[in-house]
């Protein structure tokens, strides 16, 4: 089976899961201290490539992960890492004890966004978790990964209202699940990842200045890896996020699919603009779904209407 390990400071593993098959678009971390980790899981049909990927590290178990948010490309696969793990602890937004024990609900709202073919043939059907593995998450909980070291969840609304990020002081590595939008490899810059009902911008900015007063020396996304250069791109984040919503507003009375492409256009030619090579392009046009960008954008703008 493939397999994308990369190793970072104070064990700390980046493993790609290889979502919808493809290389480069989900990355789950499993921080090897003395009381492990493990910090999203990946859709269900990326279990097989996360547990080869552990087992080549010779992890032949889990005991415990952290989940960033409810969406099913972060949490499809809990169910089987429950089922696989006997006493598998989970730490996640408290959201999760209500859905994740019988998923059907978050199952049947997903499917109305993608379809039902559409989930299960790329992310996979999910399996119910029980109550007993779950943990609802606090905001700025610390999570022991033994001998002094500790993972804070730092409560993280915008992307999602159930979004958790975690922090390693002592790596200095900020876990951010969805929260600063997508870098796909061989990209060093980050497109937003705006999508409905929860999308807010001021929420959504609030959270990022409050990362960005952590000492940071690395930023881990989930779409896609580690990265160096934290500040830069949290401030990279904030300026695509106005230009995005900047855009929208203007755009005229289009249907949602012409809406779609208008944005897409408009970003592929900004970043030939800027030089950026054909296939990164492909890889952030390709891999996105711009209705759901859409969406997230006018459901804020909606919102703020209402509460200015
Ligand atoms: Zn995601």
């Keep these: 089976m493939k397999q994308d390990i990369k190793k970072f400071d104070e064990n700390i593993y980046q493993i790609d899961v290889f979502m919808e098959n493809k290389p480069g678009r989900m990355s789950c971390y499993y921080i090897d201290s003395n009381n492990p980790i493990l910090v999203e899981v990946g859709p269900s049909n990326s279990f097989p490539y996360l547990i080869s990927s552990l087992e080549s590290l010779g992890i032949s178990e889990v005991k415990r992960s952290a989940m960033t948010h409810l969406h099913l490309d972060h949490i499809g696969g809990v169910g089987h890492l429950v089922e ?6 989970v730490y996640i937004h408290e959201l999760g004890l209500k859905h994740l024990p019988s998923p059907e609900r978050l199952w049947n709202a997903v499917s109305k966004v993608y379809t039902e073919e559409w989930l299960s043939t790329n992310w996979g059907e999910i399996k119910p978790t029980p109550l007993k593995n779950l943990h609802s998450l606090q905001d700025k909980e610390l999570i022991d990964l033994g001998k002094g070291r500790k993972l804070e969840a730092i409560y993280g609304p915008g992307h ?53 007063n952590l000492e940071l020396e690395y930023l881990a996304l989930a779409h896609f890896g580690i990265h160096k250069n934290p500040y830069e791109l949290i401030e990279n984040a904030k300026q695509s996020i106005d230009t995005w919503i900047g855009f929208v507003k203007n755009l005229p009375n289009l249907s949602l699919t012409d809406s779609a492409k208008t944005l897409s256009n408009w970003l592929v030619a900004n970043y030939k603009i800027l030089g950026i090579d054909e296939e990164t392009i492909k890889n952030y046009i390709t891999n996105v779904n711009f209705e759901m960008q859409i969406e997230g954008i006018k459901n804020y703008l909606v919102q703020q209407k209402k509460n200015p």
């Design 84 to 89: 696989k793990y006997k006493n598998h602890f």
């Design 160 to 212: 999602a209202k159930h979004h958790f990020t975690f922090y390693d002081e002592v790596s200095k590595t900020l876990f951010m699940g969805d929260t600063l939008g997508l870098i796909y490899p061989h990209g060093d810059f980050v497109q937003p990842n705006l999508p409905p009902p929860d999308f807010n911008k001021e929420i959504l900015f609030k959270t990022l200045e409050e990362l960005e």
